[in-house]
C-alpha cells in the first residue's frame, strides 16, 4: 500500500448485524464504506486487517443481500427494477453478451 501508516478513518455506514446489514431494511454495507470500527476500533490502515475487511464484508453483504433479495420474491413482492444511465446491464438493448468472452476477458 503506497500510503500505509498514515491516519484514515474507520467511520463508514453503521453495521448493525454480523450479515453486514445496516438498519435500512435490505441494505447492506461493505469495505470502506462500512464501519471498520467492530474489527479494528480507532485504529486503521491500508493493508493488514482492512484489506481482509473489504474482501469479507463484501462476500457477507453480497450473500445477504441476495438472500434479502430472494425472500422478496417469494412474498410476491418484486419491485420493478431499472437501469440508470450506462450503468448495469439491460435486457432488449443492441449488445449481446458472450459470458465466455467475459469469463476470459476477466481471467486475462
Do not use: P
Amino acid at each position: 500500500m503506497r500510503l500505509e501508516g498514515t491516519v484514515r478513518g474507520t467511520g463508514g455506514i453503521r453495521i448493525a448485524d454480523r450479515n453486514c446489514a445496516t438498519s435500512v431494511q435490505g441494505l447492506y454495507a461493505a469495505g470502506d464504506a462500512a464501519t471498520r470500527q467492530l474489527i479494528c476500533g480507532g485504529f486503521t490502515g491500508g493493508g493488514s486487517h482492512n484489506a481482509a475487511w473489504a474482501i469479507s464484508s463484501g462476500y457477507f453483504s453480497g450473500k445477504s443481500a441476495a438472500e434479502y433479495a430472494q425472500k422478496l420474491g417469494e412474498w410476491g413482492t418484486q419491485r420493478s427494477v431499472q437501469a440508470v444511465g450506462e450503468a448495469g446491464l439491460t435486457n432488449g438493448g443492441i449488445h449481446k453478451i458472450n459470458a465466455e468472452e467475459l469469463i476470459k476477458a476477466t481471467q486475462a
